[in-house]
């Protein structure tokens, strides 16, 4: 797959996210679980969801790294629960858009590494997806992927 990459500004945004410490393998198994959560959250919160679903990555170490999934938010909200108010500020971050299967973007990750390698850009342990709208045709599934810039 040939894949474009970019250098993007991001505005903020606010959150709502569930969290866990797991092994990257472990993701397919566990995201959707995580997003439900955060979902069911939803319908007794008085904040909207007003963008699609995230991914957030960081705290990467031997046995694991955190991840957090959710979506951004109408309004900032108090903590409770398992889920968390998260705002992530105004970021320089490289990019690159990811279609087909969520199996592939594991080599969409390591592309966008090796191109932010090959133009000098210092990258941060931060990362991030961004997920299109659903499409039952998995080759149609469209994931914006970040990497925090520094």
């Known amino acids: 797959m040939s894949y474009e ?3 993007v500004e991001l505005q903020p ?4 996210v ?7 393998a472990d993701i397919p198994a566990r995201i959707i679980g995580m997003f439900d959560i955060v979902y069911a959250w939803l319908r007794e919160s008085s904040a909207k969801q007003v963008g ?3 991914a957030i990555y960081d705290q990467f ?3 694991g790294m955190r991840m957090r999934v959710g979506f951004p ?12 108010c998260l705002e992530l500020g105004a970021v320089t971050a490289a990019h690159t858009k ?18 932010c390698i090959r133009e000098s850009l210092n990258r941060d342990a931060f990362s991030w997806e961004e997920y299109g709208d659903w499409d039952d045709d998995p080759s149609r ?3 914006d992927i970040y990497i925090k810039l520094i």
């Open 5 to 7: 990459f970019d250098i």
């Open 13 to 16: 945004v606010t959150l709502a």
């Open 18 to 24: 569930c969290e866990s410490f797991i092994k990257q």
């Open 52 to 54: 699609n679903n995230y």
């Open 61 to 63: 170490g031997t046995d």
């Open 73 to 84: 938010v109408s309004e900032p909200f108090d903590n409770g629960g398992p889920v968390r």
């Open 98 to 115: 990811h279609t087909g299967p969520y199996s592939g973007l594991s080599a969409a990750y390591s592309e966008l590494n090796k191109w």
């Open 141 to 143: 599934l469209v994931t």
